[in-house]
């Protein structure tokens, strides 16, 4: 069936390290790859998302890659801030199922001063 | 304004009893769902509306019944509540096109059974 393997499940660096959070997805199908943070108490918002028709995607700080032939993709966060902190779910969809999402695990992310 | 709302935010019920979580949307979307966040933090699909009509209804108890009264509203009734459906409950919409967009999601609703 539809799974996504999220890992680690908790990350804790130092502020201004980077982080790399990776993800597996089983559905070769699958075309569209979000991630989102949640915060304590908050509700999960896209932080970014890539297609499959692109291998890299880059927003400032943050950069997600795909590796469809190992079904693999991967969000790296460079000079970490404490505000990151949160937990980071990955997600993937694919094309004509109404953006069924099938989400990791999440991986609770530290950020330490 | 918000985008994705739904209400109430916290329910405190007891075992048995039967809840409604009522949720809207205004960003004009088409599709609308239902996932249930468990305490380990884990996201799961529960339902999904495209115009009024359902398209995906994962393994769910059939205590549960989603109605969507036109496509901006999606709202989820639990009859005889059990101590395992205590969770956050999120309704989530997404425009459909050729590619899948992003997905937004309410505030959440924390169900707590007792």
């Known amino acids: 069936g539809e799974n996504v393997e999220q890992h680690p499940s908790t990350l804790s660096v130092q502020e201004g390290d980077s982080a790399v959070i990776k993800c597996t997805y089983s559905d070769s199908a699958s075309n569209y790859f979000p991630w989102y943070k949640q915060e304590l108490g908050k509700r999960p918002q896209l932080i970014i998302d890539i297609r499959s028709n692109v291998g890299e995607k880059k927003d400032q700080r943050i950069a997600v890659t795909l590796n469809k032939t190992a079904k693999h993709f991967s969000l790296h966060i460079t000079e970490t801030q404490p505000e990151d902190s949160a937990v980071y779910f990955c997600a993937a969809s694919r094309p004509g199922g109404y953006n069924k999402l099938i989400f990791g695990a999440g991986t609770r992310l530290a950020v330490h001063p | 304004d918000t985008a994705v709302s739904q209400t109430p935010k916290y329910l405190v019920t007891q075992m048995g009893n039967d809840k409604s979580i009522k949720c809207e949307q205004n960003?004009?979307?088409?599709?609308m769902y239902w996932y249930k966040q468990d305490s380990k933090k884990f996201l799961k699909i529960m339902f999904s509306y495209n115009n009024k009509e359902l398209i995906i209804n994962e393994t769910v108890p059939n205590r549960f019944s989603p109605k969507s009264p036109d496509k901006a509203h999606l709202n989820l009734h639990i009859n005889s509540l059990e101590l395992g459906d205590s969770a956050v409950y999120f309704c989530a919409s997404s425009q459909r096109g050729a590619w899948n967009t992003e997905a937004f999601f309410g505030q959440g609703t924390r169900l707590t059974v007792v």
């Open positions: 960003l004009g979307h088409d599709t």
